[in-house]
């Protein structure tokens, strides 16, 4: 079974840079897309970004696309999110999982990491 960590959230000012990571156990990334999904206070579950299992195809909201870049290391079962020129509005709890497709539909989605929380404020 697909377990899912995240990390590497935390405080940064607006404009600042962070990189997520999701780090992967109990199966290999190889046979998984993996998705980034964030949710605010008062707010729905959005899809920020996806990558394919090989990593050749990638996707990304529209309110991110240019400021954030999806990766993933399969050797080392990782996946990640960098974070440039963030905004006040990208404060959520990020969370990664995967599924056999990439989608922004969370119930495409069948294992989810725990969150990680993005506090973007000066």
């Known amino acids: ?9 935390g405080l940064v000012r607006p404009g600042g ?3 997520l990571s999701c780090a992967a156990s109990g199966l290999d990334l ?8 964030r949710q605010a206070p008062g707010k729905e579950r959005e899809g920020v970004s996806c990558i394919s299992k090989t990593g050749g195809s ?3 909201a529209d ?7 999806i990766s993933r290391d399969n050797a080392d079962n990782v996946v990640y999110l960098q974070m440039n020129s963030l905004k ?17 539909w969370p119930y495409d989605f ?3 990491g725990q969150g990680t929380q993005v506090f973007v404020s000066s």
Not at 1 to 9: A, K, N, P, T, Y
Not at 30 to 37: L, V
Not at 94 to 100: E, F, H, L, S, V
């Open 1 to 9: 079974q697909l377990r899912l960590v995240e990390s590497g959230g």
């Open 17 to 19: 840079s962070l990189r």
């Open 30 to 37: 190889d046979y998984t897309a993996i998705g980034w999904f």
């Open 58 to 60: 990638t996707k990304y």
């Open 63 to 69: 309110s991110v696309q240019g400021r954030f870049t």
């Open 88 to 104: 006040p509005e990208d404060a959520a709890v990020y969370y990664c999982a995967g599924a056999p497709q990439c989608s922004f």
């Open 110 to 112: 069948g294992s989810w």
